[in-house]
């Protein structure tokens, strides 16, 4: 996963039947698992998943040998099973240290030959990465589940400058807790991530979806028709959002960084803007989950007597996001 989602794909794992001891670390979740991989398949915050078989051999030719080899082949022939609904494995790729190197070579052929799966050193779906086991001696076998990141989602038919990783979108959604109950506001939703990806995993009983963009608006439609999901789109500012008083009670949205969308010169007067009129929009005890890069501006509007009145800053988690460190906020709405 994204460094800093973990806790997110943590609790999304913990939440399953069949996981077992999951452990964080810089970028992963460990786990052990005992239950259908459909499931697994289902994860929202992660990347992708992966089985880990562990060899106790010093090095990577050790695997050639006829015991290693046929565990190996063991744990691709469960993975090629276990491919989600649909979908198939026709070819694999390494993933290792040395990746040229004759030895991995040989195990590339070899591979190839026993599994009927084609060598595809660019873009082979079964990917297959050996390392050193980070805890112990010798190596391991990480085996991708699925053909292709669970992270690249497949309603995303459009995709637009700035537009946000599903994964980080899911943990903004988790942030706000959305209930069946709520009424959800998208602002500035571009491509439409966030929306989406609500609506595929609860739709709340009010989805809106605003962007100033008919462009953004046309690429959330196209996506949003490709997830087989309907949202209510309005083509508005949010800084002046054709919406009554506590109409909504969550309001989520990632707003320009000033870097491939907007300028941090416009950002200046939009965050504040946006806070109040998302303030307006907002029932008392609602929640705004934002996401943005333009750290100090935003503690700065954060510190705005106008703003302290109306929202409570209950939470902020750094991610990774394209090479950025965003960091997400839960804010609550006071009464
Ligand atoms: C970073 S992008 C959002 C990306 C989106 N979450 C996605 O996944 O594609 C920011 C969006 O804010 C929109 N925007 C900028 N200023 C706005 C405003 N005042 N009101 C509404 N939308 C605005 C832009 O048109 C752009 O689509």
């Known amino acids: 996963m994204l460094p800093g989602l973990e806790p997110f794909a943590a ?5 399953l039947r069949g996981v077992r001891e999951p452990r964080a670390a810089a970028g992963a979740v460990r786990f052990a698992f005992a239950g259908p991989w459909a499931a697994l398949h289902a994860l929202r915050t992660v990347v992708a998943v992966y089985a880990v ?6 090095r990577p030719k050790a695997l050639l040998g006829h015991e290693h080899l046929t565990r190996l082949l063991a744990a691709i022939a469960a993975v090629r ?4 609904a649909g979908e198939r494995f026709a070819s694999f790729r390494l993933g290792a240290a040395g990746e ?19 060598f595809e050193p660019e873009t082979g779906e079964l990917l297959l990465r050996l390392r050193r086991a980070p805890h112990q001696e010798g190596w391991e076998a990480l085996l991708r589940l699925t053909p292709r990141p669970l992270s690249a989602r497949r309603w995303r038919v459009c995709n ?22 709520d009424r959800l506001l998208n602002a500035m939703c571009g491509s439409g991530t966030l929306a989406i990806e609500q609506a595929l995993t609860l739709p709340p009983a009010r989805l809106l979806a605003c962007d100033t963009s008919a ?5 959330t439609r196209d996506n949003a028709r490709a997830a087989g999901v309907t949202l209510e789109l309005l083509q508005a500012d949010a800084t002046a959002l054709p919406l009554p008083d506590a109409s909504v009670s969550v309001v989520v949205a990632d707003p320009p960084w ?18 109040l009129e998302a303030a307006r929009v907002t029932a008392p005890g609602g929640r705004l989950v934002i996401l943005t890069h333009e750290l ?22 750094q991610v990774f996001h394209g090479g950025h460190r965003p960091r997400l906020w839960l804010l609550r709405r006071l009464a």
């Open 81 to 84: 099973r276990g491919a989600p």
């Open 160 to 181: 637009l400058p700035g537009g946000l990783n599903a994964g980080v979108a899911a943990a903004m959604l988790a942030l706000a807790e959305v209930r069946a109950s």
């Open 100 to 118: 040229g190197s004759s030895v991995l070579m040989r195990l590339a052929e070899t591979l190839a030959r026993e599994t009927g799966l084609a």
């Open 296 to 317: 100090r501006l935003f503690d700065e509007v954060l510190a705005q007597p106008a703003v302290r009145a109306r929202w409570d800053s209950v939470r902020s988690v």
């Open 53 to 58: 078989v562990p060899f106790a051999v010093p």
């Open 258 to 275: 000033g870097d491939a969308v907007g300028t941090h010169g416009r950002n200046r007067a939009l965050y504040p803007a946006f806070l």
């Open 215 to 219: 462009a953004a608006l046309a690429c």
């Open 11 to 15: 609790a999304e794992l913990r939440a």
